[in-house]
């Protein structure tokens, strides 16, 4: 377990989270700009997880060896898949799925896993706000 870290990025957060926690903002694809999640529907949640490195979905069906990603905290949490207004998903890795843009099917933009049929989870980093 890693200790205290700092939390030097969630300054602007007000903007985006609402004082229950929800999205104040639509959530959009960042490359063709595709409706992800409507105001209100997700709520922010704090977990580490690792997503690759955002490409189209043919890449990332490969996994051998290493993959280069990021380890990401700040996440909208959806526990049913027909809250979104659009999105993919890759093939399974492993018990993950990776979330995708369901138009441009860049990704991944969000995750989830198949031990836990209620947890989606959009990265805030991988999305745009509007
Ligand atoms: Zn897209």
């Keep these: 377990m890693e200790s205290d870290q700092q939390s030097s990025e969630s300054s602007d957060r007000s903007e985006l989270v609402s004082e229950d926690g929800k999205n104040i903002k639509s959530v959009i694809c960042q490359c063709c700009e595709s409706k992800v999640l409507c105001p209100g529907s997700a709520v922010l949640a704090e977990k580490e997880l690792f997503l690759p490195l955002m490409k189209k979905k043919s890449g990332l069906n490969n996994t051998d060896g290493s993959v280069d990603g990021d380890t990401l905290t ?29 138009d441009c099917e860049i990704g991944p933009i969000g995750w989830h896993c198949l031990d836990d049929k209620k947890s989606f989870y959009i990265a805030l980093e991988r999305v745009k706000h509007v």
């Excluded at 898949?81 to 993919?88: I, K, L, P, S």
């Design 74 to 102: 700040a996440h909208w949490f959806v526990d049913d898949m027909f809250t979104f207004e659009n999105v993919g998903f890759t093939n399974n890795v492993g018990r993950i799925k990776y979330l995708i843009c369901a």
